[in-house]
């Protein structure tokens, strides 16, 4: 057999078919580029290449472990085909794009919609397997070429001949050249290829090969599907039809001479009658059986298991090992291994021979830990009637579970096919993996001028965004009710205060807060433009105002109801106003009357912006921090031996720091934090109903204090 590196060209990718015309293509164009029907449409029309050359692609699949042509046509060609068919049918359907718009929108992304594209990762690089070189790299190629990306497949050594061939009908069938590269089929060519940059890897191998090609594809963080070894169980439960158990193990040990990854290596059988029957039965039937040949790369693996297995108390039921034998011509007959050690690395390793340990357990619970503590959980078999086998199914964990079958259900092209653990990760095969070998890309749309958080920030935000999560999310009409009064109050305020910004430029509506650990009390380099508060709105119903008491209250006051259209009188018992932010002179010295801080500007700067004036016109305010000093003198009620000194800062960390070390105890510090948490909530109420909301009647608390009787 010619097993020399071939790569496909345009004289061995000719259609054997008799007459037949060779299918045009663009040539030199970006496959990535091409519709995704026409991919599709291109690799769906393979199967008809590879149905004309079915007799060259049998013939190129023959070695030591692949005697029977049948097999070949049965496990890979047919199921390959219907793969092929299925991403021409389906595929198109599966990586159109998929449109997000008015259905399920949340009430916060009103005017967008959005379309979800499935597009190529690039360049995959497929590392093929010698036990199945058709359906393998032949159902990840089609995928990642319907799926837009270009490949690079390296076959397994010994199948270089038969890969060509297969590359040579997906050319024939319309794909260009250079969409598909066949690299050699040595370790270094595929260690070369990662070097070289790609997108995606998909290999199909062993764990130990898994982990070294992920280790050089992490130092890139290149995403990669495993499609990994396996030892997996079959369950025969209490009621399984007997011959039913039989014929499948029988078949999945023996076909592709026991290379097949999801062939059966351990068999659990709960205590019960109707099973007893199950294990004598099993060897009777494989006393016959014919040896196989393990591949060159398995068999002192395989051997060494065995011999360890034997050597341990393990008990070979056939009597027909022959350990030389394996390990000098790869001849093996099948080996049924009874009492086999719970603990021995048989139960836990991937075995590529016609290799079945008998597993009796007492319940079947007892089969479900066995199977889900294993480090390889590929696949599994469960037998018995179909109500309680479903059932136990729903328990493991592992990639694929066939009921009253093994091995042949999993070739349907509509599925998926990987494992868990050791056994890989990642899925091939069916729409799950086609959409694996594509990326996601989101393209969103806002439509219309509403878009909320493109607006300033103002002080209804957090009371409309609150009111909107309670209206989506509560249960209940008594909750939705309640959230959408509270959204509709705050969406109108939301309104007014946008309105006002609006007037005075771009800003961040929100009241300064108090001291935190991150902010000063005042910054007094932020002017007014970039505070969001409005001059006043005149009133279309102006009273006569009184306000008693010149000092600060009294003169904001007077400012705001004037401000805001109606007639005031301002009285004060002095000749001066001010009150505590009044000066005194006298003798050519200056007196503060009263406060020398003043720790909420914001305030001071909005009765200004009512009154259509600018506070930076009239002050000039000056940050201090520290805000000021504390002096305590030595005397016996201080309780000090020392003068004392303590500085009062902005920074709430520093603060109490400054309290642990004045007092000595760190409960002070704490208790500061919580006096500073509880002035910001109350700092925050206040600016919301006595300063905030413009819609409170001024009048009514004081008709309230008239009218209504004294409460004790």
Known sequence: ???????????????????????????????????????????????????????????????????????????????????????????????????????????????????????????????????????????????????????????????????????????????????????????????????????????????????????????????????????????????????????????GLLFNSGATCIGPRRLIIPNHPSTSQITPRLIDRLRDANEVSVHPVARSGVADLIDDALGNGTEDS????????????????????????????????????????IIPVQKAEQA????????????????????????????????????????????????????????????????????????????????????????????ADAELLSGVLQLSHSEGWGRRIAALRRVTTAASRWRALKKWADRIGPAHICPESYPTDRKPPMIATQSAANEAYAPAEKTSNPQRVVVVGGGLAGLSSACVLAARGHKVTLCDKNDWVGGKAAVHRTEGYRFDMGPTILTLPSVLRRVFTEAGRKMEDYLELVALDPQWRCFFEATPQSGTTDNTVLDLVADVEQMKRHLREFTGGETTGQGYESFIERSKQLHGVSDRFSFGDRSVDWQTPWKSAVHSPPRC
């Open 318 to 357: 056939l009597g027909q090992y022959n350990s030389e034998r394996l390990r000098q011509t790869g001849k093996l007959h099948p080996v049924v291994l009874q009492n086999v050690p719970d603990d021995h690395a048989i139960l836990r390793s991937d075995v590529f021979a016609p290799v079945i340990s």
């Open 368 to 459: 479900v830990r066995i199977v889900n503590e294993c480090p390889y959980r590929l696949a599994a078999s469960v037998f018995g009637p179909v109500s309680e086998a479903r059932e136990f199914a729903e328990r493991l964990d592992v990639g694929v579970v066939t009921i009253n079958d093994t091995v042949a259900p999993t070739a349907d092209p509509r599925l998926p096919f990987g494992g868990r653990g050791q056994s890989g990760f990642g899925v091939t095969r069916g729409p799950e993996g086609l959409l694996a070998m594509t990326g996601c890309r989101v393209i969103a749309t806002r439509r219309g001028r509403g878009a909320m958080h493109l607006s300033p920030r103002n002080d």
């Open 1 to 251: 057999m010619n097993n020399a590196p071939q790569v496909a060209t345009s004289e061995n990718a000719n259609s054997n078919r008799p007459g037949a015309e060779r299918i045009g293509y663009h040539d030199g164009s970006n496959w990535a580029t091409w519709s995704i029907r026409e991919r599709c449409q291109i690799v769906g029309r393979a199967r008809d290449e590879i149905a004309s050359r079915v007799d060259q692609l049998t013939r190129l699949s023959r070695s030591e472990q692949r005697t029977d042509d049948a097999e070949t046509v049965a496990s890979e060609l047919i199921p390959l085909c219907d793969a092929l068919r299925w991403i021409g049918k389906h595929g198109r359907k599966t990586l159109a794009p998929r449109k997000v718009g008015l259905k399920g929108r949340p009430v916060w992304m009103w005017g967008v919609r959005s379309v979800v594209a499935r597009v190529p990762l690039g360049r995959v690089l497929i590392l093929g397997t010698w036990n199945y070189p058709l359906l393998l790299p032949g159902v990840q190629m089609a995928q990642a070429l319907a799926a837009g990306n270009d490949v690079w497949l390296k076959p397994a050594p010994g199948s270089e001949a038969v890969t060509a061939e297969l590359v040579a009908a997906f050319v024939a069938a319309g794909v260009p050249q250079s969409a598909i590269i066949l690299l050699g089929s040595s370790t270094e060519a595929a260690i070369e290829a990662q070097s070289k940059g790609v997108d995606l890897v998909v290999l199909t191998g062993s764990a130990q090969t898994g982990k070294q090609v992920l280790k050089q594809s992490a130092a890139t963080l290149t995403p990669s599907i495993m499609e990994l070894s396996g030892v997996d169980a079959a369950i025969a439960l209490p009621g399984a039809d007997v011959d039913r158990v039989i014929d499948a193990l029988a078949f």
